[in-house]
């Protein structure tokens, strides 16, 4: 089975800008989830989706959003980038069901806001 | 709310010496316990979990786990290192219905010849 994939994988934008990220994730994967690393504040989780609604969503501004589509696929966007915004964007797949909340991690999106 | 606590940033071991990496957690409610690993330049990679059961769990690549509800603990371990377990590892916790991850801090293992 092929892994989480993520494009793209490197990305440089300017302060201002939005940028939209994208995620496929694992046949079969109904949840898709999202988190940002940084060395000063670790792996935070951003938000979850699960067959296209959203439900869970960590502490980030409302400049942070994403969706999902019905064949699972996501995206995340980010308006108005911040230097703070400089990260590696990793998003994770799961069944999404069951017990435990095991998460495939896709190789990550490196943002860099200049 | 969960939380977990990676009680050493940085472990330098020597190669085919043993090393164990220790991982905390606080939880109000019954957790699932993971141990993710990370090589630079990559995503995490998943080592090893406890979900219930037995508390001493298996994973790849030799690794293994110690589930200790009393000390709240879920300590890594492997007998005997490579140079290629050379990576930051990260401790995470989740509870039922929760649908995230909590991660530690994250602790850098370099291993020398």
């Known amino acids: 089975k092929a892994g989480v994939t993520q494009t793209p994988r490197y990305l440089i934008k300017t302060r201002g800008q939005q940028v939209t990220l994208s995620c496929s994730p694992i046949s079969g994967h109904r949840s898709v989830s999202w988190y940002q690393q940084t060395p000063g504040q670790g792996l935070q989780f951003l938000f979850e989706y699960f067959s296209e609604t959203q439900r869970n969503k960590g502490n980030f501004p409302g400049r942070f959003s994403g969706r999902q589509f019905s064949n699972s696929r996501s995206e995340m966007n980010v308006s108005t980038l911040e230097l703070g915004d400089s990260a590696l964007y990793l998003c994770a797949s799961s069944v999404g069901s069951g017990l435990g909340y095991e998460q495939y991690f896709g190789p990550g999106t490196r943002l860099t806001v200049t | ?113």
């Open chain 2, 1 to 113: 709310a969960q939380s977990v606590t990676q009680l050493d940033s940085q472990v330098p071991v020597f190669e085919e010496a043993p090393v164990e990496l220790r991982c905390n957690y606080s939880s109000s409610v019954s957790v699932y316990l993971f141990w993710y690993v990370q090589y630079p330049n990559q995503g995490l990679q998943l080592l090893l979990k406890y979900l219930s059961g037995s508390t001493l769990v298996k994973g790849i690549n030799g690794f293994e786990a110690e589930f200790n509800k009393s000390q709240t603990s879920f300590h890594l371990r492997k007998p005997s290192v490579h140079i290629s377990d050379t990576a930051e590892y990260f401790c995470a916790v989740s509870v039922l219905r929760a649908y995230k991850l909590s991660f530690g801090a994250g602790t850098t293992v370099t291993v020398r010849a």
